[in-house]
């Protein structure tokens, strides 16, 4: 029987220097807004270094850890596989496309950013922004057990950022070791 076309091919071994550097550059080159969607399918689908499940731990603990998700995953990924010099390799490569752009886009921005299209097209990309963010956390949502535990952590998350507009520190220092010890205790007795 043949696996489902949703269900992404166990993770291949150790990638080489050169694959991890390409990798990461084309995650920088297509991760426009919602870069984890972008790296979920260059990690998972497409080079397949991590499987489904990895990919979701990898980006849990990157997302609490200070930084950019993208940015920790791609130290922690490189280091896994080839030391202090992957991270470099894994970084370096992440941030040079976006980095050329970047500049390019800001002197263009500082050109033209009086012109009223200009600034109609920022406010209509702040729109598209938060719809990036919405389909992100729902493609990664979708690598997570659904355990009451994980819905519970999910939705209290949803409450005390999205709703009650706390700092983001307050789920790192509650929700996130309540989830953890749910899991890891919590999860033996089931």
Request: charge should be positive; glycine fraction near 12%; include cysteine.
């Amino acid at each position: 029987m043949s696996p489902s076309p949703s269900i992404s091919p166990p993770a291949i071994g150790k990638p080489s220097l050169s694959d991890l550097s390409s990798g990461f550059l084309l995650i920088g080159l297509i991760g426009f807004g919602g870069i984890a969607q972008s790296a979920q399918y260059v990690m998972v689908e497409r080079r397949r270094w991590l499987s489904p499940k990895e990919f979701v731990e990898l980006f849990g603990v990157c997302a609490i850890l200070p930084g950019g998700n993208i940015i920790n995953a791609s130290v922690m990924l490189g280091d896994r596989h080839h030391g202090p010099l992957g991270s470099l390799v894994c970084l370096l490569s992440l941030l040079l496309a976006p980095l050329a752009l970047l500049l390019v886009v800001a002197l263009a921005y500082d050109t033209f950013s009086y012109l009223p299209d200009v600034r109609s097209a920022t406010a209509g990309g702040a729109s598209v922004a938060a719809g990036l963010i919405f389909g992100t956390a729902a493609r990664l949502a979708k690598g997570v057990e659904p355990t009451i535990a994980s819905i519970a952590a999910g939705l209290a998350t949803f409450l005390v950022v999205g709703v009650l507009r706390l700092p983001i520190w307050v789920v790192v220092a509650t929700i996130a070791p309540l989830a953890i010890c749910w899991t890891m205790y919590g999860g033996r007795r089931a």
